[in-house]
């Protein structure tokens, strides 16, 4: 019986305990004893301080104006937890250091990896770097232009005649910067089972994994398709 609700801080009905505590997270793995820390030290150039509490939203804890134009948002999932920055304008900073450490227990099944994303859902290059328990992530502004107050997202194609066709695509505010922590799904996942939008099932359509075993189902592709109109074809692959 999952259950990702924030109660005292901390979520332990999953597949994994979520502590959040002063600047960053504790997540354990039920299945291997895996525990993992992710800590914010600073973004852009400032270190990290909160000087008031938590705000806990069912799912979701929130720390609004962490730095200028940013907030910060921890978001737990049914097999992961993202720390996410929402940057609200160009002037946020584009840069955040974490501190992270991992102590494994049967097995390492938790794996930490970063990507960023516009308000229109569309895909923001990273750049990385990780040593010796420093996280530096940011947004690779290497394909990134500023044009007229405007971000742009600089985009190459072949044109077919050995050369390349360059394209300019606006980048909409805000943009989700987000570490996420996830703890891999169990073995005795073993059977794909589909679900069309119905009285049951509202206005979502998801591919699920079935344990056969414990009959328990972990999402590995949901579409809300309440925005659509009636009667809409949506194809998708």
């Known amino acids: 019986?999952?259950?990702?609700?924030?109660?005292?801080?901390?979520?332990?009905?999953?597949?994994?305990?979520?502590?959040?505590?002063?600047?960053?997270?504790?997540?354990?793995?039920?299945?291997?004893?895996?525990?993992?820390?992710?800590?914010?030290?600073?973004?852009?150039s400032e270190k990290s301080k909160r000087p008031i509490p938590w705000q806990f939203v069912g799912s979701k804890v929130i720390w609004e104006h962490a730095a200028p134009n940013t907030d910060v948002v921890i978001e737990a999932g049914p097999s992961f937890v993202r720390f996410k920055r929402i940057l609200h304008s160009i002037n946020a900073p584009l840069e955040a250091g974490f501190i992270h450490s991992k102590?494994?227990?049967?097995?390492?099944?938790?794996?930490?990896?970063?990507s960023a994303r516009d308000a229109n859902g569309e895909p923001l290059p990273v750049a990385k770097s990780d040593v010796a328990g420093k996280l530096t992530e940011a947004l690779d502004t290497s394909n990134l232009v500023l044009k007229e107050g405007k971000l742009y997202h600089k985009l190459q194609y072949p044109d077919g005649e050995g050369g390349l066709i360059e394209e300019l695509t606006e980048v909409k505010f805000p943009i989700v910067i987000d570490p996420t922590l996830t703890v891999q799904p169990s073995a005795k996942d073993n059977w794909i089972l589909e679900h069309q939008p119905d009285t049951n099932k509202g206005t979502s359509t998801g591919v699920y994994l079935h344990?056969?075993?414990?009959?328990?189902?972990?999402?590995?592709?949901?579409?809300?398709?309440s925005e659509l109109p009636v009667g809409a074809t949506l194809n998708f692959s």
Not at 211 to 225: A, N
């Open 103 to 114: 102590s494994v227990g049967r097995a390492d099944d938790m794996s930490l990896h970063t």
């Open 1 to 44: 019986d999952v259950n990702l609700s924030f109660v005292d801080g901390r979520i332990d009905r999953a597949p994994y305990i979520l502590e959040v505590n002063e600047l960053g997270i504790t997540l354990t793995s039920k299945k291997t004893g895996t525990v993992q820390t992710l800590t914010l030290e600073r973004i852009g």
């Open 211 to 225: 344990d056969k075993s414990s009959e328990t189902g972990r999402p590995l592709l949901e579409l809300d398709i």
